[in-house]
């Protein structure tokens, strides 16, 4: 058989093994082994675009061997070889070294990276190539816009979650100009885009480099001014576009397995990313462009004219008599460090009898998941965590709710018409027969808007930090 | 489910732009390359050459439209299989789909031979950079994937009621 056929049912197997992958990704009994799935179909893929390039640089051998040229082949097996290695360096330093907590950058950084060598690699193709079609050029210059946007955009996001200061400041240009600055480099790049389809192949490179040039500004002035709850949105639809310029360089160089891989991670992210504005109750738009809805605006301090204060010796007492208890946990347990105390918390109240359950808000955190991973790295057993279809039913049954740094989620004002969160899913933590709201003070959540949860009669406030307060409740725990 | 629904058709509705789009290139290629072909060596044979110009461009042609359905049919897989990941798994999947976006190391590993035959040595340097990028997020990717979900499927301690 020619072993371009070969090769090419290498290529299906790796894909396969690429969906089934992801396929076992949606149980966490399975999820493992998907994982390892995507392994074995990498490695296929990789060793065997190895040998596929190997093949096609000996062909060129033969015809150069004729003209006395020299041959390239060793220099390039040996940068293979040697990036391949430093990748795998970095690459194991970046997975083993990384925090738990600092997972929502890890995956914006990689998200860059994707985006950074698809830039590269359409570029490269198209310095190398002779003559390309039409086709191929559009799907070279969406590759270096989709890619450069992914890179910076990226960039930005990870800067914003780590919290450094330079992104803090957010954008210096007021929202009409910001647009009309957009739309500018939009164009600037169409005009590009659609001088590379008939330009020579000198001016085709410079013009690549414009589209990647609009490309790099549009990814910093899109990403900068998004806030930080809305950071999962921004990590979600990056992801996305990472998976597409990937499939988008899969045209450039007519490889199927890049089309397959890209389109899963686009066609993920995308889902991803409507989860996330579905449960912001927020179109993708609003947050990406700024705006959306306003709201009345509502005294807080008539709001909170009937907050309760409660001590951790109450609340230890109340959790310690309550037959089922949830924990509702919000980014503000992630700023305090809290997951390990939870789960001890969890711990001696299971150790006495009582069920102990999490209510996972989808946008909890900042990116998909945030907070599944945080009790997942503290040894909470993941048939605890509920989701809020499954758990906002029951609520009612629930003795005691412990709201941990969450705000706008557990928002009744949700419920009602006019508010800038009317329509958004919450958790019915309202609807329990007690519920201690564990927070420093009573400022507003990222939506800016009292809560009316916090001064209802079933409701009181523990104010403090979110680890030492459920420390406390712990020191409270042991002396009962 | 609403919501998914919705996205769905909006998948679906740009999914059938994108297939649209790439059947009136395919139409338009054909002509085009045939020309270039033509003028390119006008003096011997035309009609043989263009013939053969013609089945060059059909296969061009033809793989572009065997790409774009291969795009839209593992974008309606990919759209199946994902929806039915559960929220508590979320990260695992956007790490894991990371280490998957690493695929465009296959893209650079192939386009550095077309570096090696251009005589092109920066380009094939250009190359292995964004080989190096794409390996970081393969490995990584699957590394941290893998600690992540070796920490959700640990068992407690049995429970102790």
Same mark, same amino acid.
């Given at each position: 058989m020619d072993s371009k056929v070969i090769y090419d049912i290498f290529y299906l197997l790796a894909a396969i093994l690429f969906i089934l992958g992801v396929k076992l990704m949606g149980h966490p009994r399975t999820a493992r082994r998907g994982n390892m799935f995507g392994v074995l179909g990498m490695t296929i893929a990789i060793v065997i675009s190895i040998m596929k390039a190997n093949d096609i640089m000996k062909v060129n051998d033969i015809m150069k061997a004729n003209e006395a040229l020299v041959s390239l082949q060793p220099f390039t097996l040996f940068v293979i070889g040697l990036c391949c290695m430093i990748g795998i360096f970095f690459g194991a330093i970046l997975a083993t070294r990384v925090k738990m907590t600092e997972m929502p950058q890890l995956v914006a950084v990689f998200n860059g990276i994707g985006g950074l060598a698809s830039v590269l690699v359409a570029g490269a193709a198209l310095v190398v190539a002779t003559d390309l079609f039409v086709d191929e050029k559009i799907a070279t210059a969406l590759s270096g816009f989709i890619g450069s946007i992914t890179f910076i955009g990226s960039a930005v996001a990870a800067g914003k979650l780590q919290e450094l200061n330079f992104f803090k400041k957010g954008f210096p240009l007021p929202t009409f100009l910001r647009h009309i600055l957009n739309l500018a480099l939009v164009c600037g790049c169409g005009w590009a885009s659609y001088s590379l389809l008939n330009a020579s192949s000198d001016q085709a490179v410079l013009l690549y480099i414009a589209i990647c040039g609009f490309g790099f500004v549009l990814g910093y002035t899109l990403t900068a001014p998004i806030g930080g709850a809305d950071m999962p949105v921004v990590i979600a639809l990056l992801n996305s576009y990472s998976g597409i310029a990937a499939s988008a360089t899969g045209f450039v160089v007519g490889s199927n397995i890049l089309i397959i891989a890209g389109s899963l991670v686009g066609a993920s992210g995308i889902i991803l990313t409507s989860l996330m504005c579905v449960a912001m109750n927020r179109s993708l738009l609003s947050v990406l462009f700024g705006g959306g809805k306003v709201g009345v605006d509502v005294d807080a301090d008539e709001v909170y004219a009937t907050v309760k204060r409660t001590t951790a010796d109450d609340v230890a007492m109340m959790a310690d008599m309550a037959e089922r208890v949830v924990v509702v946990p919000g980014y503000g347990m992630a700023v305090a460090q809290a997951q390990n105390a939870v789960s001890d918390m969890a711990d001696i109240l299971e150790a006495r009898g009582v069920t102990v359950e999490y209510a996972i808000h989808p946008?909890?955190?900042?990116?998909?998941?945030h907070m599944n991973v945080l009790l997942a790295e503290a $040894?909470? $057993?993941? *048939?605890?965590l509920k989701e809020l279809e499954e758990i906002n039913p029951t609520? *009612?049954?629930?003795d005691l709710a412990i709201v941990l740094g969450a705000n706008d989620v557990v928002n009744p004002e949700a419920r009602k018409e006019g508010t800038v969160i009317s329509g958004m899913p919450i958790? $019915?933590? $309202?609807?329990?027969q007690q519920v201690v709201i564990i927070k420093r003070s009573l400022g507003p959540g990222y939506a800016g808007i009292p809560n009316p949860l916090f001064a209802q009669d079933n409701a009181s406030m523990l104010f403090g930090d979110g680890r030492e307060m459920i420390q406390e409740i712990i020191t409270s725990l042991k002396e009962l | 489910m609403n919501f998914e629904k919705r996205s769905k058709l909006i998948i679906m509705l740009g999914a059938c732009l994108f297939l649209f789009t790439g059947l009136l290139l395919a139409q338009d290629e054909p002509s085009s390359a045939s020309e270039n072909v033509i003028v390119e060596q006008s003096s011997d044979t035309p009609a043989v050459v263009a013939v053969s110009g013609d089945s060059a461009a059909d296969h061009k042609s033809a793989m572009l439209m065997a790409g774009l359905t291969i795009f839209v049919i593992s974008i309606f897989v990919g759209v199946e299989v994902i929806t039915k990941v559960p929220q508590k798994l979320h990260t695992p999947l956007m790490s894991g789909s990371n280490a998957i976006s690493g695929i465009t190391i296959v893209g650079g590993i192939l386009v550095s031979a077309d570096c090696a035959s251009a005589d092109n040595k920066l380009a094939v340097v250009l190359v292995g950079i964004a080989i190096a990028l794409a390996m970081i997020n393969v490995v990584g990717g699957f590394g941290v994937t893998h600690r992540m979900l070796s920490m959700f499927t640990k068992r407690k301690k049995a429970p102790s009621t």
């Open positions: 946008v909890a955190g900042r990116m998909p998941g $040894d909470v $057993d993941y *048939e605890q609520f *009612e049954t629930v958790l $019915d933590v $309202d609807k329990a | -």
